[in-house]
Nanobody, 121 residues
Framework: QVQLVESGGGLVQPGGSLRLSCAAS????????MGWYRQTPGKERELVAT???????NYAESVKGRFTISRENAKKTAYLQMNSLKPEDTAVYYC???????????????WGQGTLVTVSS
């Protein structure tokens, strides 16, 4: 069994910062691309940022210059540093790994359970 365990969400004032973490656990051999998505009620889940094994990153236009995605391959963990947060960043944030290689050399796509980020004064 493979899981992505997220942490770090919460309530923050506009202009503040939060750091999300996403750790792969279970029968994991390796993790390919890791990414963060977010969703608000009534809207489709949208891409926030992705990062490859070698550190190549991709960001949604709405978060460029404010959010930074990073990872520690040895820990099978990805991070999302969110600065200059705005009320419109309020959402449930989901971690995604579309290509996880298990100890049995099967490949899985895995989603985290989601963590709520609320930006409000």
């Amino acid at each position: 069994q493979v899981q992505l365990v997220e942490s770090g969400g919460g309530l923050v004032q506009p202009g503040g910062s939060l750091r999300l973490s996403c750790a792969a656990s279970g029968s994991v051999f390796s993790v390919g691309v890791m990414g963060w998505y977010r969703q608000t009620p009534g809207k489709e889940r949208e891409l926030v940022a992705t990062i490859t094994n070698d550190g190549t990153t991709n960001y949604a236009e709405s978060v460029k210059g404010r959010f930074t995605i990073s990872r520690e391959n040895a820990k099978k963990t990805a991070y999302l540093q969110m600065n200059s947060l705005k009320p419109e960043d309020t959402a449930v944030y989901y971690c995604n790994a579309p290509s996880v290689t298990t100890l049995y050399f099967t490949k899985l796509e895995v989603w985290g359970q989601g963590t709520l980020v609320t930006v409000s004064s």
